[in-house]
């Protein structure tokens, strides 16, 4: 009795009864190479309802099983009543074989139904493992680059193949792309269903709207009842120059001839990577067809960041404690890493889209044995669970979504883990700069401090932005007067102001910067006061932070159209001596710098100190000057970082009062101090 | 002080005398605006033309009752103060300018500077065409802590300010913040003419501050109304000796001294059958602790009893169903209404022996006094009191009181004083060079101090 098949691959067979054995059981080994894996049917006809199962046989060792639980739409013109009579074993028995074919090439592979002893002739196939598999076992640490490459080698074949490709009718019904994603290589996946006799690997053109892509695309495919029997499912990779949209309309056509044809599900679905990924575990071992293995390890590379698409998740374990972003400088890290199985090499973080290496100079490690309930017996993993290190890279302040940690192993292969993005803190905003001294208690000593530090004075620079100007008076000579954020003191530097301004004749003006906090409208109703009683120009600027008054100083000096300046920084008061020596500067601006000495009021027998918190000078000076001067951070506790002329004029003493005296931080000063050294 | 003299002897100031106040006696009732209506009242009934302008909340604009035609109010919202260096928002010094420009007064006695802040008084006395007189009811220019010079949170005495003693009272504001606030006082102080001091003690704190001694007048508040003085209360052998305590219940104010002398006296039958504390008051912003604790001891104590709040007008007549009044002050004081009050009810006061309680109650005259905080020294003399020779002997020391005429007569005096002796201010002199140190000796009253 034969029993026809549709016609396809060469090593699909004609079913044979055997008239050797009185036995009901009938069936046939199809296909069984590599490349397709090995399937077939197998049926009783006292029972055709039975389900079998069938057992994979090398030398006598069952290595795997798999029911017959594929429907033979072959078997049911004849036997409508019949259970599915096919099966298909999936991909992992292949990788079993491949395995073992290395070891035992001279071993024979059977196929017995459960419980029966019949076996399944095979006919011309190939049952030595050894004709099976020809080729020596490929390294696994291999397979990723070799996908890879193929993929590359037959996206370039396809170049052609897309110039010349003419649209031809389909021999048969198209597949359909069902759903796609894009993972953070670059690689387009796709899944869907398609005829399952068209090649699995191979160049393709990719058709859409009207562009003719060149691909190269590797797919495995698996069983699916909701298709008929001359399709199947299918997940894979396409290597081409295109991103899936939701209205994309792609046709595939796949192979050296382009005939097969898959077109696409409109609308497109495009999942998330996470998701194609959760898709291709659920399906990667239900794969008969095809390259999953390779496919599996394509995800696992180390520019495939999808949490837990590398490695075993069971055999590696993570988590951040702390993630201290700079931005333009990177990351210190702390947190801990175990790996069971494999020995960590590195570590590399992804934060938005920037990918950062961790340096390995700056790691340390300690012990974790909080982690213990993890693993327990697995002291000497402990031992150095914990870990500190910096990580380099182009932080942004802006992109720092779904953190990932990937642990990179020596053996090539990476695992990811999510980070909780509340251990992200943002240095400078989120928390003071001190914090860095939590993970670096030795941060000044570092051979990275030069950096952290320029990256400090940039982010600071860039966090105080400008200034916006709520009102503007245009004054050529203009006293610059920082609003403290304490209530008190701002009523008294308007008190002060109203005082004085009658002591000022014409071209004298006042500007304000005051911040955005909760003495804003205290400091709107007394600037209102202030432009009521005095006659002078008044101009009211805000920033988010006064004590960077002086970062902005540019931008109200050009705002106002100054030519000549004092600028009184917070938690600074002029004393009756400064408002003279106001006078005596716009009397004769000089090409210098002035420092109106600033004097701690309760210690009566000081001349005060020189500093940059409260000065005079010309714009045009100041201005060319500021373009080249490092950020300073923090309060002024001396004259820098503007230049000092120690000329005669240079000071006048005892012009000005602190309110608070200026202090700052040892990390702060060291900030200071490497800038004025590089 | 000749009261009879005529204060002016240059001929009548040329232009109302306006009196101005942080708040109107109709809204509250505190010492200081108690005394400036006072000296209102007293010039008005010397026939000179007064104004009375006080600030008051917003709020209280119900509570408002002025009381002549020549009272002002300048409404103002207490939110917009700024209490450390008492500075006001622009509202109410427009206003007050307002009206001094409208009414074009010879004299602005400022009686606080609260609500209008301290700006105001140098922005009012700089004008050339007034003279500008400050009467001092406190310590606040000197003392952040309420003015009472009493450290926080201890509550100990102080007798002298720093920048330093201050910051310690005061951690949340720096020292250099003190140091500001003095100069700032000093710089507005440097405008005004002269000074008024309720008591030598208080005037005496202040020039230790900085004040000039001779910018300074000692005047005593005059009772608006002063009771009629009656004769001690008949006695009987059994008569318990009755001593009472009129004022805000709060501990400034010695309450808890007197609660803690009570249980002392409720442990001896002979003194709880022979003394009585009668507390006349009200609870203002105590605590709930402090009041239960007042209640109960009421309820157990038969030698304290609660007599409740009562009104300026009853005082004389409530004073008199006593035999002493008892001022048990915790802090300096100044010149507190209630000794006036005893006195003209003609009675002797019993009080902490410190700052201007015992500048006006004599030792062994015209009361007793006890050491602070000593309750075993306040039972002794309370003892001591408790004898009708000792009565006798104090009741004839008790000095006559000043009524709101002779105040006015002695402000008016004061005032053709400071305005005599007032020098006009050096100029602005616009180039100096800084190092020249002249500038800053032009103006002693207003040299900074560490």
Avoid at chain 1, 580 to 604: G, K, L, W
Avoid at chain 2, 141 to 161: E, F, V, Y
Wanted: charged share 20%; aromatic share 10%.
């Amino acid at each position: 009795m034969f029993i026809a098949s549709q016609a396809g691959e060469n090593n699909t067979l004609l079913a044979q009864l055997s008239e050797t054995e009185i036995t009901t059981m009938r069936g046939a080994i199809e296909v069984c190479d590599a490349r397709h894996g090995i399937s077939g049917w197998a049926l009783d006809l006292s029972d055709l309802r039975r389900v079998h199962v069938i057992q994979l046989l090398v030398d006598d060792t069952v290595l795997a099983s798999c029911k017959t639980h594929i429907t033979r739409d072959d078997i049911m013109e004849i036997m409508p009543d019949e259970a599915p009579a096919g099966f298909r074993f999936p991909a992992a028995a292949m990788e079993t074989l491949r395995r073992l074919a290395a070891m035992f090439g001279e071993a024979r592979i059977t196929l017995r139904v459960e419980g029966t002893g019949y076996i399944l002739p095979h006919g011309d196939l190939p049952v030595v493992l050894g004709r099976l598999f020809p080729a020596a076992p490929e390294p696994r640490t291999a397979e990723p680059a070799d996908l890879r490459a193929r993929l590359q080698e037959e996206h370039d074949q396809a170049q052609l193949l897309a110039r010349e490709f003419a649209y031809v009718s389909p021999d048969c019904l198209p597949g359909l792309i069902e759903v796609a994603s894009v993972d953070t290589g670059g690689y387009v996946w796709v899944a869907g269903w398609m005829q399952r006799q068209a090649p699995v690997h191979g160049p393709a053109v990719l058709v859409d709207h009207q562009r003719n892509l060149a691909a190269g695309y590797a797919f495995a495919q698996y069983e699916r009842t909701d298709v008929d029997a001359a399709a199947c499912g299918f997940i894979g990779t396409l290597h081409v120059n295109w991103k899936p949209k939701r209205l994309s309309d792609p046709v595939l056509y796949l192979g050296e001839d382009a005939h097969s044809e898959i077109a696409t599900l409109s609308p497109l679905r495009v999942i998330t990577w996470r998701e194609f990924v959760e898709f291709f575990e659920i399906k990667k071992d239900e794969c008969h067809s095809g390259d999953a293995a390779g496919l599996e390890q394509l995800m696992k590379r180390r520019d495939n960041w999808a949490v837990n698409a590398g490695g075993d998740p069971e055999a590696s374990y993570a988590a951040l404690d702390m993630v201290l972003t700079l931005p333009g400088f990177g990351c210190l890290v702390s947190g801990w890493a175990i790996s069971l199985l494999r020995p960590i090499d590195g570590f590399m973080l992804r934060l938005g889209t920037t990918v950062l290496h961790c340096d390995r100079d700056t790691l340390f490690f300690k012990p974790r044995p909080d982690v213990a309930s993890l693993l327990p017996g697995c002291e000497n993993l402990l031992a150095r669970a914990g870990f500190t290190g910096v990580f380099r890279g182009p932080v942004t302040f802006d992109d720092l979504e779904t953190p990932t940690l990937k642990l990179c192993f020596a053996d090539g292969s990476s695992s990811n883990h999510a980070v909780d993005v509340k251990a992200l803190r943002q240095l400078g905003r989120a928390v003071p700069l001190e914090a860095a001294l939590e993970l670096y208690p030795a941060l000044t000593s570092e051979a990275f401090f030069p950096d952290f530090a320029a990256g400090v004075r940039t982010e600071i620079r860039r966090a105080v932005g400008s200034c916006r100007a709520h009102t503007v008076q245009a004054a050529p000579r203009l006293v610059v007067m920082t609003a403290p954020d304490q209530r008190s003191e701002m009523f008294l530097l308007f008190e002060e102001l109203i005082h004085h301004a009658g002591k000022f004749g014409d071209n004298f003006g006042f500007a304000i910067i005051a911040g955005t906090g909760p003495s804003r409208s205290n400091a709107v109703e007394l600037f209102a006061n202030l432009q009521a009683r005095t006659q002078m120009p008044c101009s009211l600027f805000f920033v988010d932070d006064p004590d960077y008054a002086f970062h902005v100083l540019p931008d109200v000096l050009r705002a106002v159209g100054a030519r000549a300046f004092v600028f009184v920084g917070p938690g600074v008061f002029l004393a009756d001596a400064g408002w003279q020596a106001v006078q005596s500067h716009f009397a004769e601006p000089a090409a210098h710098p002035r420092f109106f000495a600033v004097v701690d009021p309760t210690a009566a027998d000081q001349d005060g100190i020189a500093t940059a918190a409260c000065f005079a000078w010309t714009t045009i000076g100041f201005a060319a000057w500021v373009g080249t001067a490092p950020d300073h951070i923090g309060a002024f506790s001396d004259e820098a970082p503007l230049p000092r002329d120690l000329g005669q004029d240079s000071v006048y003493p005892r012009a000005a009062w602190f309110s608070r005296l200026p202090s700052v931080t040892p990390l702060v000063a060291a900030i200071n101090q490497q800038a004025k050294s590089s | 002080m000749d009261y009879a003299a005529d204060p002016f002897p240059a001929g009548a100031p040329d232009g109302p005398i306006a009196v101005v106040c942080h708040a109107h006696p109709s809204v509250s009732k505190g010492g200081a605006e108690i005394a400036a209506y006072t000296l209102y009242e007293g010039l008005n009934k010397l026939g000179y033309e007064a104004l009375f302008i006080a600030s008051v909340p917003e709020s209280d604009r119900a509570k408002l009752a002025l009381g002549s035609a020549r009272e002002r109010a300048v409404f103002f919202d207490p939110i917009s103060y700024d209490h450390f260096y008492h500075l006001s928002t622009p509202a109410p010094l427009r206003d007050l300018r307002a009206i001094i420009a409208a009414e074009r007064p010879a004299f602005v006695n400022f009686h606080h500077f609260m609500n209008f802040g301290i700006g105001a008084i140098r922005a009012i006395a700089s004008d050339p065409n007034l003279t500008a007189v400050v009467t001092l009811h406190e310590f606040l220019a000197i003392c952040h802590h309420h003015g009472q010079m009493i450290t926080r949170p201890a509550k100990l005495l102080c007798d002298r300010s720093s920048p330093s003693a201050c910051g310690t009272c005061f951690p949340e504001q720096t020292r250099q913040q003190f140091a500001l606030r003095k100069n700032l006082f000093m710089d507005a102080f440097g405008s005004v003419a002269g000074f008024v001091s309720p008591s030598r003690f208080l005037a005496k704190r202040f020039t230790d501050w900085g004040l000039q001694d001779e910018a300074i007048a000692v005047i005593e508040n005059g009772l608006a109304h002063p009771a009629v003085r009656t004769p001690p209360r008949p006695r009987h052998d059994n008569t318990p000796w009755i001593f009472g305590f009129f004022g805000q219940i709060n501990p400034f104010k010695g309450v808890d001294t007197l609660l803690r002398a009570v249980e002392m006296i409720g442990r001896s039958k002979s003194l709880s059958r022979r003394i009585q504390i009668r507390i006349h008051g009200n609870f203002v912003g105590q605590g709930e602790a402090f009041t239960t604790r007042f209640k109960t001891m009421v309820d157990d104590y038969d030698c304290l009893s609660y007599a409740g709040p009562y009104d300026n007008a009853s005082v004389g007549r409530l004073m008199s169903e006593c035999d002493y009044v008892l001022m048990p002050s915790t802090w300096w004081e100044n010149s507190p209404v209630v000794i006036q009050e005893a006195y003209a009810a003609g009675r002797p006061v019993i009080c902490t022996g410190i700052g201007g309680m015992a500048e006006k109650i004599k030792d062994g005259v015209s009361g007793l006094h006890f050491r602070v905080g000593d309750i075993a020294d306040l039972v002794h003399v309370l003892d001591k009191a408790a004898h009708p020779a000792m009565l006798a002997e104090l009741t004839a020391g008790i000095p006559a009181v000043t009524d709101a005429e002779d105040m006015a007569r002695a402000y008016l005096a004061a005032f053709s004083r400071f305005r005599a002796a007032r020098a006009q201010p050096a100029p602005e002199v616009i180039g100096l060079p800084v190092e020249d140190d002249d500038y800053n000796s032009a103006k002693p009253q207003a040299r900074l101090e560490a």
